[in-house]
């Protein structure tokens, strides 16, 4: 090995300690990166096979009932591939075990062949016989949720009459990678299930001979997506429908999209701040090791070892800590990728996850811990190798003290000897303070964005189910009934308050804008659901005009006291025009609220009800749930609160692991800085400190000169990072906003106290490896040797 | 023993000066130096601390150019060399020896001597380096296992080991005790001997004179005097 090389390495070994640290810290950005951008890759190649070979369908339509023969209009719009016409329905569910009736959707498929889109992917057993009755395929969350088996029966009221239902095949779809209940937020895959029935059996069942109710189009390339959609709302209008959308509005699809976006941001946010901090860190490594060898450069030069050599030289020493660096991040990020991955695998339902780290992205990885590490030390190796070789031959000339601002205002007289050293090197170099005071501060930012998604969904949750929907169950009715009907629920042994609420699909125009969506209508007692912003303050409801969720004003580009055409879904499809009285700040859809009589009155419509939300008395849920199950009108009962607390039962495990991930993370970079500073602290003033020693300062009086300085700044770090870990919290909820949901801005006092006490441990740890190396400072060499 | 008359010249400097501008402040380290040095000659530099020495010798080994005046190597003009040509200058033809040392600290002795070896043009082993002074025994032994004068007659076999055209010793024995220093001045002169190394040794001490062909004298950077030495001694035979 030549000459030079050996240097290195023995270069290297000697700053073992300092390179180990901040190796870890650029493993732990490339591992993020890598894991984060290849589950990003394995989820979205996932997904493209699985909408490609299953044939996920591109525009979807819901409608009352349409004629088979419209289908051929419909295939005639110009743009339109494939046209895959089905009926969809309600069942309500008796599933065993289950105190609650279960919904259930019932989606036809056709009697011979495939359907052209939205294909099924048959996990276990068979396709339903279209002779048998009652045979259903069912869709694999359910089924393993409920623990069913291929040939088990359910009890299902399907168009108000018994029927079981027999499982013979479980199987999986595109359209519900995930499903979420219409009006839901969170999957609940116990109480909502979806089949697959043949076409015949549906027609019998639900009278729709020679009819369907729902369409999916696929589009060719090219095509005008927002023109089939208007020929195709065109063509359907007369037949009852919801109005067609497209793939950026499918639930499942958007669910999914939104994820990614996540995680886009995921592995770009911290993955730059651990570079910095890296080429920070390398940045102080370098430079104190470039002084140090101040006269070892000139000497090399001396004998004709040119500027690049010795550049490349230097260049090689901090490319060996990335190398090892990217090594150890590329391990951890396969390993993290993985188990983030399989992660989602419980969430998203693809037929194939696989989880495969491209090397490509491994290689992006890499280029970027090499390039911001480059970036950090490029200056320091430049100015050091440009240095003439005579002049690095004299040695560098003693540093500049000045008398602090502190001191020039007379404060020090009250300190000591210790603290006044160590204001003094504070003042004396403030960029590098800053500097370390910032890369302490990131690592306790990364705590605090880390606990963030946590402390946001749990106080969505308690305001949305502690706060604005108290409600135990809410039933839903197949179609409005007079609000008489109630009566008969009021009675239902067991029931308590009974609140009404009529809900009209519609969709909201207002000039080229337009949005379809439901408006709510709420009755004037509202103790189960209220209407509340963001605040948690409550948002009067008056006997006119409409409350907009103010995410759905922004989609119209609405504000309060502008007219909204109203074009009704249902029904004789009226188009009313209404004023927007207010807004509410909500947190998660596009609602839109009236006053129940209003509504009723907009409709032209006696005083109907879609549903009521209930409490129920403790303890009787069973009695009432069993009622509720053989009330004809009933199309179902969905319970969300128990269904989000499921939902987090599986998630807790899963944040305990990302957490766990976070703590790693955070404490690898402020161990990273701490015992770096010190490190280089300790070596820039190893002859002063052994002086100290010599004229008879304690080893404790001596650490504490070196390790007061670092403790000061971790003090001073905290609330910085308080602050950067609240603006980029900021920054999170403000770019993962969707319609699905807005996250709030809440980071608990109990995050900042974690984060505080992580940061202070971490520091205090690196503090006492490097005290060793006080206590071990050689007096003797360290005044013999010469600097 | 007189410089023969056809001897080669290797270095020629006409009206040097050397100005370090220190803010407000310019000190004039070299002020109209005019020096020729011969091919194969040992010549001794003295004169008084802040004379101009060091400076003198840095501009003739191209660590460091002059404020004006000209430089000439073997009549190739070194005022005009670039960065790469003064460095590619040092590679092929100059060995430093330095006061301080200036070994590299992680590295053995004869990796420190190979450091220079590896990219010279014709280079002795690095072993045979470390044997003309002396040091086989402690080849493998790091600078900091080695006493001040087995450390600066590393720095000689390092300065050597590329069998330079010239040696350039700023204050070789300046460190070290008289029997070490004469070890030292020992190695320097047997290079000039044997292999007809043109030497330029810098030093405070006048004793070491009587060992050059001709002695110059440095006064507050300008040329005090130069001497020939009519009979030249050995360094052991030299007499502190
Ligand atoms: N890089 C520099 N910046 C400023 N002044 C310098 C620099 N190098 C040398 N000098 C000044 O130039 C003058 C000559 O310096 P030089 O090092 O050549 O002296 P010297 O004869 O070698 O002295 P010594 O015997 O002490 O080594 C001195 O006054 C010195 O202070
Ligand atoms: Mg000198």
Known sequence: ?787 | MPVPDDAELVYEARDLTKVYHMGEVSVHALRGVDIQLYESELIVLLGHSGSGKSTLLNILGGLDVPSSGEVFYRSQKMSDFSESELTRYRREHVGFVFQFYNLIPSLTARENVALVTEIANDPMKPEDALALVDLEERMDHFPSQMSGGEQQRVAIARAIAKQPDVLLCDEPTGALDLETGIKVLEAIDNVNKELGTTTAVITHNSVISAMAHRVIRLHDGQIGSVEENDTVITAKELNW
Not at chain 1, 78 to 93: H, N
Not at chain 1, 104 to 133: A, C, Q, W
Not at chain 1, 276 to 285: M, T
């Open chain 1, 1 to 787: 090995m030549r000459a030079l090389n050996r240097k290195l390495f023995r270069d290297l070994f000697h700053m073992r300690g300092q390179a180990i640290a901040i190796a870890a810290v650029i493993a732990c950005g490339i591992a993020v990166f890598i894991g984060a951008q290849s589950t990003l890759w394995s989820l979205k190649s996932a997904r493209e096979t699985y909408y490609e070979r299953y044939r996920f369908s591109e525009v979807f339509s819901t409608l009352k009932r349409a004629p088979n023969a419209i289908t051929d209009r419909i295939a005639d719009i110009p743009g339109v591939a494939k046209v895959q016409d089905r009926i969809i329905k309600g069942v309500t569910l008796d599933v065993p075990g289950l105190l609650e009736p279960a919904v259930g959707k019932l989606i036809s498929y056709p009697d011979r062949g495939e359907p052209v889109l939205n294909d099924i992917h048959l996990l276990m057993g068979r396709l339903p016989d279209p002779l048998r009755t009652g045979e259903v395929l069912a869709e694999e969350a359910f089924v393993s949720e409920n623990g069913f088996q291929p040939g088990d029966k359910i009890e299902g009221v399907m168009n108000g009459r018994l029927q079981t239902l027999t499982i013979v095949g479980v199987g999986m779809s595109p359209e519900y990678v995930t499903t979420i209940q219409p009006g839901g937020m969170w999957p609940d895959d116990k109480r909502f299930g979806i089949f697959w029935m043949p076409r015949r059996q549906m027609e019998a069942a639900f009278e729709m001979e020679g009819a369907f109710n729902d369409i999916a189009l696929s589009l060719l390339p090219g095509a005008n997506e927002k023109e089939v959609i208007r020929r195709l709302d065109r063509i359907l209008a007369p037949y009852g429908s919801l109005g067609a959308f497209a793939r950026d509005l499918h639930i499942s699809d958007r669910f999914v999209s939104d994820e990614l976006k996540q995680l886009q941001i995921m592995s770009l946010i911290p993955p730059s701040i651990f570079l910095s901090v890296a080429a920070f860190l390398l940045n102080v490594a370098l430079r104190r090791l470039l002084t140090l060898q101040r006269e070892q450069i000139a000497a090399l030069k001396a004998f004709g070892y040119s500027n690049r050599e010795i550049g490349f030289h230097y260049a090689g020493l901090i490319g060996l800590i990335i190398a090892g660096g990217s090594i150890m991040g590329c391990i951890l990020g396969s390993y993290m990728g993985r188990s983030m991955t399989s992660m989602y695998d419980e969430f998203y339902r693809f037929p194939t996850t696989l989880f495969r780290v491209d090397i490509r992205i491994m290689l992006v990885g890499v280029g970027l811990s090499f390039l911001s590490g480059m970036i950090g030390v490029f200056a320091a190796v430049r100015s050091a190798i440009r240095i003439p070789p005579a002049e690095a031959m004299r040695p560098e000339p003693p540093p500049n003290y000045e008398p602090s601002l502190i001191e020039r205002l007379g404060w020090h007289k009250i300190l000591s000897q210790v603290p006044r050293m160590i204001l003094r090197e504070l003042t004396r170099r403030p960029a590098k303070a800053a500097m370390t005071t910032l890369g302490i501060a990131f690592a306790c930012a990364i705590l605090i964005v880390g606990n963030f998604g946590k402390d946001a969904v749990m106080y969505m949750i308690d305001f949305q189910y502690g706060l604005q929907e108290r409600q135990d169950a809410t039933v839903t009715f197949y179609e409005a009934v007079p609000s008489r009907a109630l009566s008969s629920l009021k009675h239902v042994e067991g029931v308590g308050t009974v609140e009404p609420f009529r809900s009209v699909p519609v969709r909201l125009r207002y000039g080229q804008f337009s949005r379809q969506t439901a408006i709510q209508g709420l009755g004037e007692q509202r103790d189960l659901f209220r209407l509340l912003d963001s605040e948690a303050l409550e948002v009067p409801l008056p006997s006119e005009g409409l409350v907009l969720s103010a995410a759905l004003a922004k989609i119209l580009h609405i504000h309060t006291g502008d007219t909204v055409t109203i074009e009704v879904l249902e029904g004789e499809r009226p188009t009313r025009k209404s004023s927007v009285v207010g807004l509410v700040d909500d947190f998660a859809g596009t609602a839109a609220y009236m006053d129940l009589r209003a509504l009723n009155h907009l409709m032209r419509e006696p005083p109907v009800v879609s549903g009521a939300r209930i409490t129920i008395e403790s303890g009787r849920d069973d009695a009432v749930f069993r009622e509720l199950k053989e009330t004809p009108v009933v199309a179902g009962v969905t319970l969300q609160r128990v269904a989000v607390e499921g939902f987090m039962e599986s998630f807790a495990e899963n944040l305990l692991r990302m957490r766990m991930f976070n703590v790693t993370f955070a404490c690898v970079i402020a161990v990273g800085v701490v015992y770096n500073s010190a490190r280089v602290a300790l070596s820039e003033r190893g002859r002063e400190l052994a002086t100290l020693r010599v004229i008879g300062f304690t080893r404790g009086e001596v650490s504490s000169i070196l390790l007061g300085e670092l403790a000061f700044l971790t003090c001073c770090a905290i609330p910085v990072g308080f602050a950067i870990g609240y603006g980029l919290c900021l920054f999170i909820s403000t770019a993962l906003e969707t319609e699905l949901y807005r996250i709030p801005l809440v980071v608990n006092p109990s995050t900042f106290s974690f984060a505080a006490i992580v940061i202070s441990l971490a520091a205090l740890f690196s503090g006492l490896m490097v005290r060793r190396g006080v206590d071990h400072l050689d007096m003797v060499a360290v005044l013999k040797s010469r600097e």
